[in-house]
């Protein structure tokens, strides 16, 4: 079974400060893992991928296999990074749903 | 808007009625997923279709849900005999083979509410 796991329902900081948003998964092959963001009234889009190893603005995430984890890591926080943010894990191969965490909310004070 | 559509974008029923909702994903993706989204949780897979065929169905899917997508353009996602429990965000996304993985865009949602 595949599952995805965001501990946190919340983090605030102040702008300039570091941002890591949490993600451990479960699944038995190897996955695709990636990130979305849902800014205030818009709907759901990625931000990243693992597979593409990109940074997109400024947001980066590695693939821990040993830990399971799949964190996104930001070094200073804007104050229009401030969303909802959803860990998801699709299994590769033909079968391409995803399965997301619960997420988190960002909230980044000036 | 070149990006996935969804109509209505919301919907309000009594308990017991019948609602269909529509998607139009974006032209050339031949995936086509629904999720539903209730307060506080992330989207739950529903069902997904290539082309015209529904290739897998959650076991959240009751019977009283279907969903087609007839010429393997547009879907549709009918709830019958709607229940309180149905209420939620009905989400469509569509995607296309890229990079070896199918990145999915989401449409803006169908939210349901039942009375």
């Known amino acids: 079974a595949q599952r995805v796991t965001q501990p946190e329902k919340l983090l605030s900081v102040f702008k300039g400060a570091p941002v890591e948003l949490k993600c451990n998964y479960s699944y038995s092959g190897s996955p695709e893992l990636f990130w979305y963001v849902q800014y205030s009234r818009q709907r759901l889009q990625l931000l990243l991928r693992h597979i593409s190893r990109e940074s997109i603005k400024g947001f980066t995430a590695d693939l821990n296999k040993g830990e399971t984890s799949f964190h996104l890591k930001k070094p200073f926080a804007q104050e229009e990074d401030s969303a909802m943010y959803y860990c998801a894990l699709s299994a590769t191969g033909a079968n391409s749903k995803l399965t997301f965490g619960k997420g988190i909310t960002l909230s980044v004070r000036p | 808007d070149t990006g996935v559509s969804q109509n209505p974008r919301h919907k309000i029923t009594k308990r017991g009625q019948n609602v269909t909702f529509r998607c139009d994903p974006i032209s050339e993706h031949n995936r086509l997923y629904w999720y539903r989204q209730t307060l506080g949780q992330g989207p739950e897979f529903l069902t997904y279709?290539?082309?015209?065929?529904?290739?897998?169905k959650s076991r959240l899917l009751s019977d009283r849900f279907s969903a087609e997508r007839p010429k393997g353009s547009f879907s549709t996602l009918e709830i019958q005999r709607t229940e309180q429990g149905d209420s939620a965000m009905y989400l469509c996304a569509s995607s296309k083979h890229s990079g070896g993985a199918y990145e999915q865009y989401f449409g803006p949602g169908t939210r349901l509410t039942v009375t």
């Open positions: 279709f290539q082309n015209e065929a529904q290739l897998e």
